[in-house]
């Protein structure tokens, strides 16, 4: 059973919207259409300066869809820590830093006000905390929003453990694409406003935006099933420790 299933439904939905997009696109370009009123009084032509536009939509599309999944992504793994553990001292230390970070905001010392045991009230803390943030923009956090690429998807799981730091500290090749990068420039160019919409899209063609959207789910849906692995094999939780007997075998192994 999936442990990310809400992740795999919203890439489903997102593909559903964007492939439906690009035939849309595919018939407004390449066969010069046309919109008429209903009544058919009104015949409007689809300009190409419009359809620039049109395609620049699209980058909008991809780009939300990362940022999506990305907070869609961390829901789930705290929602399954949430629903497995109690206590600091189960998770591994990956996490147990994670907690340490959030703890370290608390400014009315709600941790030390708890009459649970200190290692049970700073896991509840770190879970209601995130628990409390109802809406994608509060979530968007520690370097999210605006910059979400191969990068940070690397760097935020990388914080809980799903994924052990690479030897040149960069996202794995499957894990990542130029397309994602892409897509998050292009985002930032029209987010502020360095690039009109008609501008950025006169520079782009269907294909290309095809491609980018084959590369950009695929990347997506990668990085899905490593948390849901990391989810179904528990790996948020600490290693068990080694029992002394094995430890003095150990030691009289090396000796």
Same mark, same amino acid.
């Given at each position: 059973?999936?442990?990310?299933?809400?992740?795999?439904?919203?890439?489903?939905?997102?593909?559903?919207?964007?492939?439906?997009?690009?035939?849309?696109?595919?018939? &407004?370009?390449?066969?010069?259409?046309?919109?008429?009123?209903?009544?058919?009084?009104?015949?409007?032509?689809?300009?190409?300066?419009?359809?620039?536009?049109?395609?620049?939509?699209?980058?909008?599309?991809?780009?939300?869809?990362?940022?999506?999944?990305?907070?869609?992504?961390?829901?789930?793994?705290?929602?399954?820590?949430g629903?497995?553990?109690?206590?600091?001292?189960?998770?591994?230390?990956?996490?147990?830093k994670?907690?340490?970070?959030?703890?370290?905001?608390?400014?009315?010392?709600?941790?030390?006000?708890?009459?649970?045991?200190?290692?049970?009230?700073?896991?509840?803390?770190?879970?209601?905390?995130?628990?409390?943030?109802?809406?994608?923009?509060?979530?968007?956090? +520690?370097?999210?929003?605006?910059?979400?690429?191969?990068?940070?998807?690397?760097?935020?799981?990388?914080?809980?453990?799903?994924? &052990?730091?690479?030897?040149?500290?960069?996202?794995?090749?499957?894990?990542?694409?130029?397309?994602?990068?892409? /897509?998050?420039?292009?985002r930032?160019?029209?987010?502020?406003?360095?690039?009109?919409?008609t501008?950025?899209?006169?520079?782009?063609?269907?294909?290309?935006?095809e491609?980018?959207?084959?590369?950009?789910?695929?990347?997506?849906?990668?990085?899905?099933?490593?948390?849901?692995?990391?989810?179904?094999?528990?790996?948020?939780l600490?290693?068990?420790? /080694?029992?002394?007997?094995?430890?003095?075998?150990?030691?009289?192994? +090396?000796?």
């Amino acid at each position: 059973m999936s442990r990310v299933p809400l992740t795999e439904a919203l890439l489903d939905e997102r593909s559903i919207e964007i492939t439906t997009y690009l035939a849309f696109l595919k018939v &407004a370009i390449e066969r010069r259409a046309e919109l008429r009123a209903k009544d058919g009084a009104l015949i409007f032509p689809l300009s190409h300066e419009l359809t620039h536009t049109l395609k620049a939509n699209l980058v909008l599309l991809l780009y939300s869809t990362a940022e999506a999944t990305l907070i869609q992504l961390l829901d789930e793994i705290h929602d399954v820590i949430g629903n497995n553990c109690s206590s600091v001292d189960a998770l591994n230390g990956d996490l147990l830093k994670v907690v340490l970070k959030t703890i370290k905001k608390d400014k009315s010392t709600t941790v030390l006000a708890s009459a649970a045991p200190l290692h049970q009230s700073l896991f509840t803390y770190w879970i209601a905390d995130w628990q409390s943030r109802t809406n994608a923009k509060d979530k968007r956090v +520690d370097g999210i929003s605006g910059s979400v690429d191969g990068l940070v998807f690397y760097e935020q799981l990388r914080k809980f453990g799903v994924l &052990a730091q690479t030897q040149n500290d960069r996202p794995p090749s499957h894990l990542t694409s130029p397309a994602l990068q892409a /897509v998050k420039s292009k985002r930032n160019l029209l987010a502020h406003g360095e690039k009109s919409f008609t501008d950025l899209g006169r520079d782009l063609s269907v294909d290309s935006l095809e491609s980018d959207y084959d590369a950009v789910f695929q990347t997506l849906r990668n990085i899905a099933t490593e948390v849901n692995q990391y989810l179904v094999g528990q790996r948020y939780l600490a290693e068990p420790p /080694v029992a002394p007997e094995v430890l003095s075998e150990a030691a009289a192994i +090396d000796a």
